[in-house]
């Protein structure tokens, strides 16, 4: 049904790499395989107009392959397509959360969500910043029940807007974010979300299979004063990212 969607953020997306070194036009441009690798996995993605439907699967990539670009393209074409909710489960740490959240900003989003500086695709492409997103997380907060009630507002349920949650995978936070929805689905009367999920979860062998050996942070008793096993075991973040898919009519896991 591609020619029924109109690419408004993938377009954004594409014209800003276009601007950086080795992204490159033509038949074998890095450019152009991105396009038709996003192209191949937004075809297997369940329909976001559709009937209910739960779709799983994976993508592989090399190390330094541009996995983060892939998915930031699969996640502006799947907005473009209809995807209301996506949230991307970037690793472990602040850090690295904190950089996919910066990407994310620069690559889709269009602004700085802690200050609505204009970022990236915000920059290049005037349409996309009259489309309307709630960002949910920023660089400087992971996913706060505090700050999701203030975003609310908007309705959560009504899903007017494209909603991104940048999250560690953490059992705590991933706990909050099921908590709100269903508190949200709970004042909205309904027994799961009238809208489409994205989850795209980053490393997926890192802590989200099911086994309680699955993680190498398990044995480390002393990462820092806070920390908490319980916070990183796979069984529990397993349980969580199930339950987060189990919250909407049609959703994708990839």
């Not at 369940?46 to 592989?60: I, L, S, T, Y």
């Not at 609310?152 to 974010?177: D, G, H, P, R």
């Not at 806070?226 to 898919?245: A, V």
Request: contains cysteine; aromatic residues 8%.
């Amino acid at each position: 049904k591609n020619r029924e969607i109109e690419f408004t953020h993938w377009n954004a997306y594409r014209n800003q790499l276009s601007l950086k070194p080795n992204w490159t036009e033509g038949d074998n441009g890095t450019l152009t395989k991105l396009d038709l690798n996003t192209q191949r996995i937004l075809s297997k993605l369940a329909d976001p107009n559709g009937p209910p439907m739960v779709r799983k699967g994976m993508v592989v990539g090399n190390v330094q392959s541009g996995k983060t670009a892939n998915y930031i393209g699969l996640i502006s074409k799947a907005a473009d397509a209809g995807y209301k909710v996506i949230v991307v489960l970037a690793g472990m740490l602040d850090e690295l959360r904190v950089q996919t959240q910066i990407r994310l900003e620069e690559g889709f989003i269009g602004k700085n969500v802690s200050n609505q500086e204009l970022v990236g695709v915000g920059k290049v492409d005037r349409a996309l910043r009259l489309s309307t997103k709630l960002a949910f997380t920023s660089r400087e907060s992971d996913f706060k029940t505090k700050e999701a009630k203030a975003l609310s507002a908007y309705n959560f349920c009504s899903f007017q807007n494209t909603c991104i949650f940048v999250i560690k995978k953490n059992t705590t936070i991933l706990k909050n974010l099921n908590k709100w929805l269903s508190a949200e689905l709970k004042n909205n009367s309904l027994p799961k979300a009238e809208g489409s999920l994205l989850l795209i979860d980053d490393e997926a062998d890192n802590a989200s299979i099911n086994t309680k050996a699955g993680s190498p942070y398990l044995n480390k008793k002393n990462i820092n004063k806070d920390y908490d096993p319980n916070d990183i075991d796979p069984s529990k973040i397993n349980g969580q990212i199930r339950k987060l898919i189990q919250k909407f009519k049609i959703s994708t896991y990839v």
